[in-house]
């Protein structure tokens, strides 16, 4: 039970394909390599180490559901390029479901409920823990919900000059009480958090888990620098660490 792979959950409303659940091992496999890039036939086969024909098969059934589809190569048109056509909403692990602290009343009252917190916050942290809980993966949704908060957050701290700009970043952070960002400018553009509100109570998983504001950063910086850029959090409270730590930089295309 433990060996499975989290159950992995895709829709496309842009093209009236509705809500996918994925179970199949070699399907979540394939899926998973899709999710990095685009791949030819036979890179699939020889990553999943199956023969052409299962492969053919599973391929067959991911593009009737439309969480799949696939383009000729540009350069020899006997050749397929697999992609995905649908958007990954998350992953339920059934193999995680415990309880944890974060959930239970005690924990609740002492770190959210007293401490002049407002309901939001108790619903906030409450709802992510649960969702931790039951094994449940939205960071997907998340950190698209980011994005969309970003952009439409941008021009209110925009200025041309990058220093003044991150200020603006930071002063929006502390005034909604989301934590208090401290920036480091270099090639790469690092990101402190300290206090961070969508993190700082919930489980320590060992994982990162600000997706929301990871979301957030990417849709503020892709806009600054008028180009795509990549945010990675490498210390995260969930992870052990006393704060979290965000990474901004161009994001890199691989060449062909």
Partial sequence: ?????????????????????????VKLTILEMLRGSEMEFDEIVSNTGKSKSTISVHLKGLRE????????????????????????LGSVNLSEQKEIEETQKDYLIENIVNDDGDFTVL?????RSMLIQEGINIDPVLQA???RIGNA?????YDDDLEIFLENISNFWQTKGLGKLSFEIGSVIKITSLDCFECQLLPKTGKPACFLDTGIL???FSEYFNQPVSVIEIQCYTMGDGKCVFEVEPRRFKSN
Avoid: W
């Fill in 1 to 25: 039970m433990g060996d499975e792979k989290p159950i992995q959950i895709f829709s496309n409303p842009e093209k009236n394909i509705g809500v996918n659940v994925v179970k199949s091992p």
């Fill in 65 to 88: 559901s439309g969480i799949v589809s696939f383009k000729v190569h540009p350069k020899d048109n006997r050749k397929k390029i697999f992609y995905l056509n649908s958007k990954y």
């Fill in 123 to 127: 619903l906030f942290h409450t709802l």
């Fill in 145 to 147: 919900t980011g994005v």
């Fill in 153 to 157: 957050l941008f021009d209110s701290v």
């Fill in 218 to 220: 990417e849709a503020l």
